[in-house]
């Protein structure tokens, strides 16, 4: 019980981690302070996450690190569209 926990909590923390990052993006039109290397070298990690947890079977592991991607690949567009 205590480790579903604690893995709800890694999810939930990681699952919001780049809103933050996205909301600065689009309310200042710029990305040039984000790493699209970094950016994308974590949406890799994380994409093979999901299949880990595919593997295993985890939903945690899976949803989390699905809502994580679509958060990153978001960011990628948006360092796209203001790039300059």
């Given at each position: 019980?205590?480790?579903?926990?604690?893995?709800?909590?890694a999810a939930v923390l990681t699952m919001f981690?780049?809103?933050?990052?996205?909301?600065?993006?689009?309310?200042?039109?710029?990305?040039?302070?984000?790493?699209?290397?970094?950016?994308?070298q974590l949406s890799l990690g994380v994409a093979l996450w999901i299949l880990y947890g595919l593997h295993l079977k985890d939903a945690i592991i899976v949803s989390a690190n699905g809502?994580?991607?679509?958060?990153?690949?978001l960011a990628i567009y948006l360092i796209y569209k203001y790039r300059k």
């Open positions: 019980m205590i480790w579903s926990l604690i893995g709800i909590s981690s780049f809103i933050p990052q996205i909301i600065k993006i689009a309310k200042k039109k710029s990305a040039s302070d984000v790493s699209l290397i970094t950016l994308v809502f994580t991607l679509a958060t990153l690949i």
